[in-house]
């Protein structure tokens, strides 16, 4: 049985020990937008009151509305939703012209996560990378408010091009099962 004292226990634990420090506090914020049923939103929920973290509500169905408005410094969310506004991006790049730019941008994205995870970029790629942060990864952020420093999926993996493209694109990505 899950019980509210559990949940706390578990939310004083992540803000304690998992990394949460740096992303939660009183100067972040996040836009909390899965189900209030799902475990691993009572535990966003609990941390964000415990760490004092603004944390707003929004019903998924206005969540891409209200990302803008928000700003959030986190987003947490659930794959359905990263893929989902991973292929409305790659869709709406190709309709406006710019499909091969998204592609080469999502590639470089891949490949500067990687090197992040042995040993770091080269300068070629770092200068990609800054390439398309102008082109292409200035406008993702600014889908997601502007200000996020930071991404979550929780409840099932990400596939490889979505999770490893956010990581080299947007911001340090992580996954959460719940």
């Known amino acids: 049985m899950l019980s509210h004292g559990n949940i706390v226990a578990d939310a004083r634990n992540c803000m304690e020990n998992d990394g949460f420090k740096q992303v939660f506090g009183e100067h972040a914020s996040t836009l909390l937008f899965l189900p209030l049923a799902h475990s691993y939103a009572q535990l966003i929920q609990y941390g964000a009151v415990y760490s004092r ?5 929004a019903d ?18 659930v794959p359905r939703l990263w893929e989902k506004a991973y292929t409305s991006a790659r ?7 710019h499909g091969k730019i998204f592609a080469r941008a999502e590639a470089t994205a891949i490949a500067y996560s990687q090197a992040l995870d042995s040993g770091g970029p080269s300068l070629g790629l770092r200068l990609q990378h800054a390439l398309f942060d102008r082109l292409v990864y200035a406008r993702l952020r600014a889908a997601l408010g ?7 999926s929780a409840a099932a ?4 091009g979505s999770g490893t493209s956010s990581a080299g694109a947007a911001s340090p990505s992580w996954r959460a099962t719940a």
Do not use: C, I, N
């Open 60 to 77: 998924m169905a206005d969540a891409v509305a209200e990302l803008p408005v928000y700003q959030p410094t986190a987003v947490l969310s």
């Open 146 to 152: 502007g200000r996020v420093r930071y991404a979550w």
């Open 91 to 97: 869709h709406q790049a190709a309709a406006d012209g």
């Open 53 to 57: 973290t603004v944390l707003g509500l």
């Open 157 to 160: 993996p990400l596939s490889r």
